[in-house]
């Protein structure tokens, strides 16, 4: 009964198995990316960057309607303004670079709202604040899944780069001339890895995916190999559980994921090996040496 | 010996105003020189002026055909974010960038380079630790091991000593006279003048021009020490361009 329960939703139907494979791939390519927002301390940046792609993502939308290849162009176009803009804003006023980046961004996401309800239907709107990953067609699912292997072969690429620059960013200056592009091919991919989000959890919870499996992976493991794998099978196993739970209640697929990404959260919390707040209210005897 | 690195009328600082001004000289291929002087005389700057992070305002630093990349630069305060979930082995392994790059596998030769690297600097046994969990001098030692695996013909250390134990010290120490006794070139920012008499053959006295240069007998005279300390430490806001001609520029 359980059982049936747990797998008959995808077995019988086709937009289940649809939204299942969009959550595999949007899990392989947003955790890795989220695991590297979170340790180099971005998480919110991730959600800075989400709101301020709107208004690309939604002329992308307009033009050629749910056509991901135009809203990732646009999202990705909207998003390198949007970070250059804050850049040169900081550097030629002294405004901190999280206070002029918040300043474009909320403008970039009232711009954005306006574009689609202006021109769309609230229906439009909806799908682009909260997504659908239970509505999503053939050509939607490909871009997915592309933009999940992109996202995996660019992070092949630029992992060492990016992992020596996190942890020593002079070092890497000095050895190499990596540590720039690597920086800039990172935000790209925050950006692919957003406007894929989009179709599932809309703008608002698109991050979601990515920073929730990051900060649960931070609680099992302290190393970064493991970590980015937990974070991938968490991200995977929230996915599929928060789809079983839209279907059997009326909760929307997008929070419902979120809502499990959380829970399991709460529970790394508790529970986690490495700074896990039981073990840390229980702590067991000192060792020897 | 040919020279390694050769200051030509080098002029470095920030927005402008000088830290390191008009120094002249070279250090030949294979010396140990040590940096020293009060602070604020410009003992970073220099170095980080050789490194390739700093670029002179006037003058010119020769590296004697080396790229800046091939230079193993250790700063004063590694800005290393030490909560990064990444082993002792990985951060050393770092170390071989230069020779590995984006794609280079590991295989044996390197791992077991990695390990002599460690195990030269005394760090056995902390392989598999994430870095975070290491004291001030253990990381100082993880940092020399990372310096050791860059196998650099020109070795730049910033204050390696500072705030670390005696034993550590002789340890790192012993590290350098090694890389020393190898040929290669290694300058040293240091403080402890009873080190840089004891260790160290050629002196430089820095005190934003250099006050004198050469073996460090002759150097670490009381004259000399005495002209460093009264050194003017501060910018003057409303000083004027600097009128001394630049013969290497006009050359």
């Not at chain 1, 079983?244 to 829970?263: D, K, Q, W």
């Not at chain 2, 990381?139 to 730049?156: D, E, G, H, S, T």
Request: charged fraction near 15%; aromatic fraction near 8%.
């Amino acid at each position: 009964m359980l059982a049936g329960a747990l797998i008959a939703p995808f077995t019988e139907f086709e937009f289940m198995r649809r939204a299942l494979a969009a959550i595999i791939a949007l899990s392989l390519g947003g955790a890795p990316i989220g695991v590297f927002l979170m340790l180099r301390r971005m998480s919110l940046v991730g959600d800075a960057m989400a709101h301020a792609i709107l208004p690309g993502a939604a002329i992308g939308f307009l033009l050629s309607g749910l056509n991901l290849f135009a809203m990732t162009t646009g999202g990705l176009i909207a998003g390198f303004l949007v970070a250059i803009l804050a850049g040169v804003v900081t550097r030629s006023t002294g405004l901190k670079e999280d206070a002029s980046l918040a300043t474009f961004y909320l403008a970039s996401l009232a711009l954005g709202v306006t574009i689609v309800s202006i021109k769309g239907t609230n229906i439009d709107l909806l799908h682009v604040l909260f997504g659908d990953v239970l509505a999503m067609d053939d050509q939607t699912l490909l871009l997915v899944a592309i933009n999940a292997t992109i996202t995996l072969l660019v992070l092949a690429v630029i992992y060492r780069p990016l992992v020596i620059e996190s942890v020593d960013p002079v070092f890497l200056s000095t050895v190499s001339r990596a540590g720039g592009p690597a920086h800039l091919a990172f935000l790209a991919l925050v950006v692919v890895n957003l406007v894929s989000g989009f179709q599932a959890l809309g703008t608002l919870l698109a991050v979601g995916l990515m920073i929730l499996p990051a900060g649960i992976a931070r609680f099992w493991s302290r190393d970064i190999t493991p970590m980015i794998c937990i974070a991938v099978l968490s991200a995977i196993v929230s996915g599929y559980a928060g789809l079983v739970l839209s279907f059997e209640t009326r909760i929307p697929s997008g929070p419902a994921i979120i809502l499990v990404a959380a829970l399991v959260y709460a529970a790394s919390l508790l529970f986690g090996t490495v700074g896990g707040v039981v073990w840390q209210l229980f702590p067991r005897r000192h060792l020897e040496a | 010996m040919a020279a390694q690195l050769k200051f030509h009328d080098v002029t470095l600082g920030y927005d402008r105003h000088p830290a390191v001004h008009h120094l002249s000289g070279e250090v030949s291929s294979g010396a140990l020189l040590a940096v020293i002087g009060p602070n604020g005389a410009g003992k970073s700057t220099l170095l980080r002026g050789i490194a390739g992070i700093l670029k002179p305002l006037s003058g010119s630093i020769g590296l004697g055909g080396l790229d800046h990349r091939d230079i193993a630069y250790l700063p004063q305060s590694a800005e290393i974010d030490r909560s990064f979930p990444i082993s002792v082995f990985d951060f050393v392994g770092t170390g071989l960038w230069r020779a590995i790059g984006f794609f280079g596998g590991i295989g044996k030769d390197a791992r077991e380079r990695i390990l002599a690297a460690i195990a030269a600097v005394g760090l056995n046994g902390f392989e598999n630790r994430p870095i975070g969990t290491l004291s001030g001098g253990q990381m100082q030692r993880l940092l020399f091991a990372r310096v050791l695996l860059q196998n650099a013909r020109l070795i730049v250390l910033d204050e390696p000593f500072n705030a670390i134990d005696a034993k550590t010290s002789a340890d790192l120490l012993a590290l350098v006279k090694r890389w020393h006794g190898e040929a290669r070139t290694v300058l040293l920012a240091l403080h402890d003048l009873e080190m840089v008499r004891a260790n160290f053959p050629d002196t430089l006295l820095l005190a934003r021009g250099p006050v004198a240069w050469g073996s460090t007998a002759q150097v670490l005279t009381p004259e000399n020490l005495l002209v460093a300390t009264r050194m003017c430490e501060a910018f003057d806001e409303s000083a004027a361009a600097c009128a001394v001609d630049t013969p290497s520029r006009a050359a």
